[in-house]
């Protein structure tokens, strides 16, 4: 079953060489982006490996396991800018969690209710509210932008 991932992997590690990248961010940058498949934010924002942490949530919203991702990294480990990443077409951005969680119930029964999923049926509020957050939290060390992918273009736009 993850026999072609270990095969990818194999071809991966044959050609990598990681023995002068350090496990700070080189460029400063902590990117918080949505799970979605379409978005890599490496190649979006043309960086190396080592010069972002990426931390990926549904939505690409401020999970509380987010917030300690970026306060952690911004104390130890060189990010000092920090990107909300939203994007087009995101399923996060179609409902609240109520829709969600009624749609995993209906696919397969599983109760998801009381969890935060985190979508919103207003993604830029969602957006600006979670760079805000961010912005005001002392624990925070870093500057703070929130931006949005298209994943028609792949261009990005700085919203706030």
Do not use: W
């Amino acid at each position: 079953m993850f026999d072609d991932l270990m095969d990818g992997n194999a071809r991966y590690a044959e050609s990598l060489d990681l023995a002068d990248v350090p496990g700070q961010a080189a460029r400063g940058v902590g990117i918080v982006c949505c799970m979605d498949s379409r978005l890599d934010p490496p190649a979006i924002f043309d960086l190396k490996i080592g010069d972002a942490k990426v931390l990926r949530t549904p939505g690409g919203r401020l999970t509380p396991d987010a917030r300690i991702g970026l306060v952690v990294g911004s104390h130890v480990l060189g990010i000092d800018r920090i990107v909300m990443l939203a994007h087009t077409k995101c399923a996060m951005a179609s409902g609240d969690d109520t829709s969600v969680i009624e749609k995993v119930r209906q696919t397969d029964g599983t109760d998801l209710s009381g969890m935060r999923i985190g979508s919103t049926p207003d993604q830029m509020a969602g957006l600006r509210h979670d760079v805000a957050t961010l912005r005001r939290d002392p624990l925070v060390a870093a500057d703070v932008c929130g931006m949005v992918y298209d994943v028609t273009t792949g261009r990005v736009e700085r919203v706030c």
